[in-house]
């Protein structure tokens, strides 16, 4: 009997597709139930699922997520898309997933059960197809390494799912004790292709094969990096070896700490993932060891402070301070001493603390600033570490200097009663921040920055207090209606210019004109 797993957050719709399902196929499917993606998730890990029908539009995890979710899964069901959004953006990513089934809500049961047929022919052949490549060498190949990738780079499997799933492929050697070893290109992997990658891993490992008395395999991961299992604790130093000696390119290799149970392989490929991150740290290609770093300081304190005085020093002139007090905070020998979680906080913090303050402030007007800060926005986009350390010392000088001719632009406040002028001969127009800022040339987040500090007031409250101001006026010298007043000084409806001006006068429009008028008569 096949599992076909129904997704909706609607439960009547679940238990009406259910109930159409039964009633044209009686005894053909067992029929699971979820309410969103992520319980979706726990039936398909966890149950053999062969197909699904899921809505799109639901909490916590949306249809197009879970079918993302489930793309390298190789117990991936095929897959019915039910949703009543009629629209082709949806229907684009479900084809990119390779969904082939879309159905508009409500659904007509003779076109249900139309798409149930289609999608049982297409497991009848994919099933045929599986069995007619089991034979093949190649296939099984691609098979173990979409298994090897899944159960290392997923968390999420107890220890009996990972021995019964990979023990039948041939791994139970993992048993006698193993290893993992990371090896990636030191180097621009994009420039160089990672198909040429992966055919010379693949090429030293077939060079160097004959040599080894142990058993070996390998898979690349979703980074793009090879990933290699060894057998035995030992054997693995002479494959790291052969690599070396044997490689026509750079690369780095890191090895995760011996393990001896197949379920740990999980573990395993994160030592050696944990490793990689430290040949950043090295000054040339070569290899870490999982047992060198393991044991580095976890306890610190990520220099907040003297990255807040970095964003406080830009502008003011104190290029040399500036440099110094950034070697410090990215000085190696400090961070050498830590675990690596240290030094991304570092990072962290420079983009938020720094970069990222600073552009909300000023603005991202340069086109070299912005692709320099887009590189450094990321440790890891960096083979070595010195190479990160000039680039953001580098984004540094560029944005001191670019505040620093912000700063200068604003000495005699020119621009500012520039625009205040505007404001006084415009207030009644439909005017705002973003075209005043463009009228005086400032970028918008400096004009804001500016304009507080000339006026003591940020521009939405500056504006209206002079609409009201005229308004005031208008009440008192003339016969206007209330809403001609209103839209006299620039307001588009009469109750926000009541509402303002309550707000600022704690009084109507019209409370205001009789209290001047009783005011008047009695004089």
Same mark, same amino acid.
């Given at each position: 009997m096949r599992r076909l797993l129904i997704v909706d957050d609607e439960k009547n719709i679940r238990l009406g597709l259910k109930a159409m399902i039964q009633r044209e196929y009686r005894d053909v499917y067992e029929i699971y139930l979820a309410s969103d993606g992520l319980e979706a998730l726990e039936w398909i890990r966890t149950t053999d699922i062969d197909m699904m029908l899921t809505d799109i539009s639901m909490p916590e995890m949306d249809g197009i997520q879970l079918i993302k979710q489930l793309q390298d899964d190789p117990r991936k069901p095929v897959i019915v898309i039910v949703s009543g959004y009629d629209d082709f953006s949806y229907a684009k990513a479900a084809i990119h997933y390779n969904v082939k089934e879309y159905l508009l809500k409500p659904v007509v049961r003779e076109e249900l059960s139309m798409a149930i047929k289609r999608l049982e022919d297409d497991l009848l052949r994919r099933e045929g197809v599986t069995e007619a490549l089991s034979a093949s060498l190649q296939q099984r190949e691609a098979y173990l390494e979409s298994q090897l990738l899944f159960y290392s780079t997923e968390p999420a499997f107890d220890a009996e799912e990972v021995r019964g799933k990979l023990s039948p492929l041939g791994l139970d050697w993992l048993d006698n004790g193993f290893r993992v070893v990371i090896v990636k290109y030191a180097g621009d992997i994009k420039a160089m292709g990672?198909?040429?990658?992966?055919?010379?891993?693949?090429?030293?490992?077939?060079?160097? !094969?004959?040599?080894?008395?142990?058993?070996?395999?390998?898979?690349?991961?979703? %980074?793009?990096?090879?990933? *290699?299992?060894?057998?035995? *604790?030992h054997p693995c130093e002479s494959l790291i070896l052969s690599i070396s000696l044997t490689a026509e390119f750079d690369y780095m290799l890191a090895m995760s700490g011996p393990h001896s149970k197949i379920e740990s392989i999980q573990a395993a490929y994160e030592e050696a993932s944990h490793s990689m991150k430290y040949s950043l740290l090295r000054s040339t290609p070569g290899m870490v060891l999982f047992e060198d770093i393991q044991h580095k300081e976890r306890q610190f304190e990520v220099p907040v402070d003297k990255i807040k005085m970095i964003a406080?020093?830009?502008?003011?002139?104190?290029?040399?301070?500036?440099?110094? &007090? =950034?070697?410090? /905070?990215?000085?190696i020998d400090v961070i050498d001493v830590y675990d690596i979680v240290y030094l991304e906080g570092v990072s962290r913090q420079l983009n938020e603390l720094v970069f990222d303050h600073v552009f909300?402030?000023?603005?991202?007007?340069? /086109?070299? *600033?912005?692709? $320099?800060?887009?590189?450094?926005?990321? =440790?890891?986009?960096?083979?070595?570490?010195?190479?990160? /350390? $000039?680039?953001?010392?580098? =984004?540094?000088?560029?944005? %001191?200097?670019?505040?620093?001719? &912000? !700063?200068?632009? !604003?000495?005699?406040? +020119?621009?500012? !009663?520039?625009? &205040?002028?505007? @404001?006084?001969? #415009?207030?009644? +127009? %439909? @005017?705002?921040?973003?075209? *005043?800022? #463009?009228?005086?040339?400032? %970028?918008?987040?400096y004009f804001s920055q500016a304009f507080r500090e000339y006026t003591g007031e940020n521009f939405v409250n500056y504006l209206k207090k002079y609409r009201i101001g005229k308004a005031k006026q208008l009440l008192e010298t003339t016969n206007d209606k209330i809403y001609e007043i209103a839209a006299q000084v620039g307001f588009e409806n009469t109750k926000n210019f009541n509402r303002v001006f309550k707000e600022i006068e704690g009084v109507s429009p019209l409370e205001y004109r009789n209290q001047k008028k009783i005011l008047m008569d009695g004089k």
């Amino acid at each position: 009997m096949r599992r076909l797993l129904i997704v909706d957050d609607e439960k009547n719709i679940r238990l009406g597709l259910k109930a159409m399902i039964q009633r044209e196929y009686r005894d053909v499917y067992e029929i699971y139930l979820a309410s969103d993606g992520l319980e979706a998730l726990e039936w398909i890990r966890t149950t053999d699922i062969d197909m699904m029908l899921t809505d799109i539009s639901m909490p916590e995890m949306d249809g197009i997520q879970l079918i993302k979710q489930l793309q390298d899964d190789p117990r991936k069901p095929v897959i019915v898309i039910v949703s009543g959004y009629d629209d082709f953006s949806y229907a684009k990513a479900a084809i990119h997933y390779n969904v082939k089934e879309y159905l508009l809500k409500p659904v007509v049961r003779e076109e249900l059960s139309m798409a149930i047929k289609r999608l049982e022919d297409d497991l009848l052949r994919r099933e045929g197809v599986t069995e007619a490549l089991s034979a093949s060498l190649q296939q099984r190949e691609a098979y173990l390494e979409s298994q090897l990738l899944f159960y290392s780079t997923e968390p999420a499997f107890d220890a009996e799912e990972v021995r019964g799933k990979l023990s039948p492929l041939g791994l139970d050697w993992l048993d006698n004790g193993f290893r993992v070893v990371i090896v990636k290109y030191a180097g621009d992997i994009k420039a160089m292709g990672a198909h040429v990658f992966q055919a010379q891993v693949d090429g030293l490992l077939g060079k160097t !094969k004959p040599d080894f008395d142990f058993r070996f395999a390998r898979f690349f991961d979703r %980074n793009g990096r090879a990933v *290699i299992l060894t057998e035995g *604790i030992h054997p693995c130093e002479s494959l790291i070896l052969s690599i070396s000696l044997t490689a026509e390119f750079d690369y780095m290799l890191a090895m995760s700490g011996p393990h001896s149970k197949i379920e740990s392989i999980q573990a395993a490929y994160e030592e050696a993932s944990h490793s990689m991150k430290y040949s950043l740290l090295r000054s040339t290609p070569g290899m870490v060891l999982f047992e060198d770093i393991q044991h580095k300081e976890r306890q610190f304190e990520v220099p907040v402070d003297k990255i807040k005085m970095i964003a406080n020093m830009l502008g003011a002139g104190r290029e040399k301070e500036l440099s110094k &007090l =950034l070697h410090e /905070v990215l000085d190696i020998d400090v961070i050498d001493v830590y675990d690596i979680v240290y030094l991304e906080g570092v990072s962290r913090q420079l983009n938020e603390l720094v970069f990222d303050h600073v552009f909300h402030l000023y603005g991202k007007e340069s /086109v070299e *600033i912005l692709k $320099r800060y887009k590189a450094v926005g990321d =440790l890891y986009n960096f083979v070595y570490f010195q190479d990160y /350390v $000039r680039e953001v010392e580098g =984004l540094l000088m560029l944005v %001191n200097d670019y505040i620093k001719t &912000l !700063k200068s632009a !604003k000495i005699d406040h +020119k621009e500012m !009663k520039e625009a &205040l002028q505007y @404001i006084h001969d #415009n207030y009644y +127009k %439909n @005017i705002n921040m973003t075209i *005043i800022s #463009n009228m005086v040339s400032f %970028n918008y987040y400096y004009f804001s920055q500016a304009f507080r500090e000339y006026t003591g007031e940020n521009f939405v409250n500056y504006l209206k207090k002079y609409r009201i101001g005229k308004a005031k006026q208008l009440l008192e010298t003339t016969n206007d209606k209330i809403y001609e007043i209103a839209a006299q000084v620039g307001f588009e409806n009469t109750k926000n210019f009541n509402r303002v001006f309550k707000e600022i006068e704690g009084v109507s429009p019209l409370e205001y004109r009789n209290q001047k008028k009783i005011l008047m008569d009695g004089k």
